[in-house]
């Protein structure tokens, strides 16, 4: 079956410590997306990838990294910089970026707890 | 700037009563609308999405929603709600270059025997 899937399901982290969520996709797409999603406050663009190699920052990237090495994979790193990494966390695709009505696809999500 | 208002935080309806979910959006040009519902501590699914041609745009689950341009609204409805829907819905709109999505900040469904 083609989709998206996030590990851990659950995280929790000591304070001071960077962690790394995974998200991996199998349906071929080239874009990929990270969000944080907080009660009452939507989802947030963190960062998103149009292509292997390239990524931009979105909305709240400040204290987060991440890498495309390959179009299959997104991880995503809380550093210890981020002041409030406490949240749910959600991988997405598209099939390309720069195409308003391609939708997006989400993956089951990882709940960040930090200690 | 692109955004999206889903007024409504929480609504609760009985099962098999309508359902309508409200969502306005702010966008300069043509708007790219998706509905999406997310059970706890799940991911998003699509339910429907609007690009062009018919206002009227059916989805999966039996819902459909309706966009109208000149009240800058893209409501949800379901003309007969079940338990399992529910669920945590949000509205959506694409920017023109389809890079980012704007989310409301979503509706959470209650449904009552």
């Known amino acids: 079956d083609g989709g998206i899937t996030q590990s851990p399901k659950y995280l929790f982290r000591k304070e001071g410590q960077n962690v790394t969520l995974s998200c991996e996709q199998n349906l071929n797409h080239d874009a990929m997306y990270w969000y944080r999603q907080d009660p009452g406050q939507g989802l947030r663009l963190i960062y998103y990838s149009q292509i292997v190699n390239d990524f931009q920052k979105g909305d709240i990237a400040e204290g987060y990294s991440v890498s495309r090495e390959k179009k299959e994979s997104f991880p995503l790193t809380v550093t210890s910089a981020q002041k409030n990494p406490t949240a749910f966390y959600l991988c997405?695709?598209?099939?390309?970026?720069?195409?308003?009505?391609?939708?997006?696809?989400f993956g089951p999500g990882t709940r960040l707890t930090v200690l | 700037a692109q955004s999206v208002t889903q007024p409504d935080i929480h609504i609760t309806v009985s099962e098999g009563a309508s359902l309508e979910l409200r969502c306005n959006y702010s966008y300069g040009a043509t708007p790219y609308l998706f509905w999406y519902v997310q059970s706890p501590g799940q991911g998003l699914q699509l339910l429907l999405k609007?690009?062009?041609?018919?206002?009227l745009v059916q989805g999966i689950k039996g819902f459909e929603a309706e966009f109208k341009r000149s009240q800058s609204s893209f409501n949800l409805r379901k003309p007969s709600v079940h338990w399992s829907d529910a669920a945590e819905y949000f509205c959506a709109v694409s920017t023109n270059t389809g890079n980012q999505f704007y989310f409301g900040t979503g509706t959470s469904l209650t449904v009552i025997p």
């Open positions: 997405a695709s598209s099939i390309s970026a720069g195409v308003s009505y391609n939708e997006q696809f």
């Open positions: 609007y690009f062009s041609g018919d206002t």
